[in-house]
């Protein structure tokens, strides 16, 4: 599985828009970009996944570059409880990959009132 | 029900003991994971099950022996665990690849365990 790069720790104000970027410069081209988030004291949990085309769902936006070497994760308005360890993750899931996670070490993203 | 359920939540065992973590879900999910995740480090894929056999095994150590005894249920055997063993072991499933498109896995809270 291709390699992704998050910076360690970000800070971000509560109701502000938070953007978590990721770079994957040696994505292959079945590769979808996952995320997932940890809260202290919790597994992981699914945030949001994507190919090609930017996605959104009720948790997040995800804007992927349209060379898919970068893709940033979108909380558009940080509450106290989005404080947590975010996770980029690259996965062929129409390959060889049967299911793997692949974690890297994530961002630490702080929330402040 | 998105639900993975763990057990116990804390253990505490001695390199001598012999114990067990249970993990289990009712999703109709067919592929099992065990991960560990060391204190501030992310979580280290350990198992996969795929429709209730063993599919990987990432050169973990014979002293952590899984079972999968049916779809819904997912066993950890432990025995003669060392102190650097200490971590979260934290339970996943999800559908199985290449059957539905791309899936998501569902995690559960984890079992911390203490090996003194």
């Known amino acids: 599985d291709a390699k992704t790069t998050q910076p360690n720790s970000m800070e971000s104000n509560e109701e502000e828009p938070v953007h978590l970027p990721c770079n994957h410069s040696?994505?292959?081209?079945?590769?979808?970009i996952h995320w997932y988030r940890q809260l202290p004291s919790q597994g992981p949990e699914y945030v949001i996944h994507?190919?090609?085309s930017n996605v959104n769902n009720r948790m997040a936006s995800l804007a992927i570059a349209e060379d898919r070497k970068s893709s940033t994760l979108i909380l558009h308005r940080a509450t106290l409880r989005d404080a947590a360890v975010y996770y980029c993750?690259?996965?062929?899931?129409?390959?060889?990959?049967?299911?793997?996670?692949?974690f890297g070490k994530g961002t630490k993203l702080s929330v402040k009132p | 029900d998105t639900e993975v359920t763990q057990t116990p939540k804390h253990l505490v065992m001695g390199m001598t003991n012999k114990k067990s973590l249970k993990c289990e879900q009712h999703?109709?999910?067919?592929?099992m994971y065990w991960y560990k995740q060391k204190a501030k480090k992310p979580p280290e894929l350990m198992f996969v099950?795929?429709?209730?056999?063993?599919?990987i095994n990432e050169s973990v150590p014979s002293r952590f022996s899984p079972e999968c005894p049916n779809s819904s249920l997912l066993n950890l055997h432990l025995h003669a665990l060392q102190p650097e063993d200490s971590a979260l072991y934290l339970c996943?499933?999800?559908?199985?690849?290449?059957?539905?498109?791309?899936?998501?896995?569902?995690f559960g809270p984890g079992t911390r365990l203490t090996v003194t």
């Open positions: 996943a499933s999800s559908q199985v690849p290449g059957t539905s498109g791309t899936y998501e896995q569902y």
């Open positions: 040696t994505i292959s081209g079945t590769d979808y």
């Open positions: 994507g190919l090609t």
């Open positions: 993750i690259l996965r062929d899931d129409y390959g060889g990959s049967q299911g793997n996670l692949i």
């Open positions: 999703m109709g999910h067919r592929a």
């Open positions: 099950y795929s429709y209730e056999k063993l599919s």
